[in-house]
């Protein structure tokens, strides 16, 4: 008479539990760069509207706020209701005259908050994005 056996052996369980672990740290790893790409295009099109605050604090004032005055003026001016953040909830800079062939510079400097930087944290400027 053979004995049948209802249950897992410990070592059955620890390759299960293995293969859930290996499984999950690919999925988890997948959901956090989804969400450092979504930042990025949240903080592109946070630029855009700013630009677009910027083009109609000029229409009503004749001239771009000056670097000192930034982006605080659209605030004041009723133009934008709050302070613009960037993806990770940082505020935008912001320089007049701009640098780059743009009138003005708007700039987030990505998730480590560090001027220049690679990936997620490298910096986002306006007229750069598609």
Avoid: C
Wanted: aromatic letters at 8%; a negative charge; zero cysteines.
């Amino acid at each position: 008479m053979t004995i049948r056996r209802k249950a897992f052996s410990l070592i059955e369980l620890m390759v299960v539990i293995a293969i859930i672990g290996a499984i999950a740290a690919i999925g988890v790893k997948n959901f956090i760069a989804q969400g450092d790409a979504a930042k990025v295009d949240t903080t592109g099109a946070t630029i855009k509207q700013v630009e677009e605050a910027l083009g109609m604090y000029k229409i009503r004032k004749h001239k771009f706020p000056s670097t000192d005055e930034g982006l605080e003026i659209l605030v004041s001016e009723q133009i934008l209701k709050s302070m613009p953040l960037d993806g990770w909830q940082n505020p935008l800079n912001y320089s007049f005259p701009g640098s780059r062939d743009q009138p003005f510079d708007i700039w987030s400097l990505g998730a480590d908050g560090i001027d220049g930087g690679q990936d997620i944290n490298a910096d986002i400027f306006n007229g750069l994005q598609e």
